[in-house]
């Protein structure tokens, strides 16, 4: 079965410093892999997705992930963060079937110290 | 205008009420999904509709219903409303192909439910 872990609830950072979101997942194919930021009193937002080709993928708000297939890894990255990215981050997994599903983590709360 | 809109964004109630959410979408997709949020536990699948004929049960479906009155318009029933209820409820909609998407899911706003 499928299945997301992201092991860390709670992360902070300060402002400007570099971000690293863990992810990781289980899955009996090659999967789809997300990442959705939610702000405060919003709903889901994708920052970015992987499904095929190169496993450094770019997405919006200067945001990237890397797949490792070896490590069932797709940790989200920004080198420089700000304080508008403190929100909550969840990481999701789905598959090539037309009956899948997309399963999410638990989610990572990141906090912006000043 | 959103592409994903639900209705009630907030709403009360008191245990044993029937309490209907709405969502409706203009992205013209096909599957629509009724998660729920709680703090700590991500988003849990409660219902999906693959098309307006197809209704499936997610993962957490007792205590709720749905119907797909068609294709932009998918709603969520709570027969008898209990306090564990009491949660943030999300509409999401995915297109049919997944050759470009991945069945990528575009979310609504959310509806923020308290069961007293």
């Known amino acids: 079965a499928q299945s997301v872990t992201q092991p860390d609830i709670h992360i902070t950072v300060s402002e400007g410093a570099s971000l690293e979101l863990r992810c990781n997942y289980s899955?009996?194919?090659?999967?789809?892999l997300f990442w959705y930021v939610q702000s405060p009193g919003q709903g889901l937002q994708l920052l970015l997705k992987y499904f095929s080709g190169d496993t450094l993928v770019q997405g919006i708000k200067g945001f990237e992930a890397e797949f490792k297939r070896s490590q069932s890894s797709f940790n989200l990255r920004k080198p420089s963060v700000h304080w508008s990215d403190a929100a909550e981050y969840f990481c999701a997994v789905g598959g090539v079937s037309s009956a899948s599903k997309i399963i999410f983590g638990s989610g990572t709360r990141l906090s912006i110290r000043p | 205008d959103a592409d994903v809109t639900q209705t009630p964004r907030n709403r009360i109630t008191k245990t044993g009420k029937r309490i209907m959410l709405e969502c409706s979408q203009t992205?013209?997709?096909?599957?629509m999904y009724w998660y729920r949020q709680d703090p700590g536990l991500g988003l849990r699948l409660i219902y999906y509709?693959?098309?307006?004929?197809?209704?499936n049960k997610g993962e957490i479906s007792d205590g709720y219903s749905v119907s797909r009155q068609a294709q932009a318009k998918f709603s969520l029933s709570l027969e008898s409303a209990i306090p564990n209820q009491t949660a943030l409820y999300f509409c999401a909609t995915s297109d049919n192909d997944s050759g470009t998407s991945g069945y990528e899911q575009y979310f609504g706003p959310g509806t923020r439910l308290t069961v007293t």
């Open positions: 899955y009996g194919a090659t999967p789809y």
């Open positions: 992205k013209g997709h096909d599957r």
């Open positions: 509709s693959f098309d307006v004929k197809d209704i």
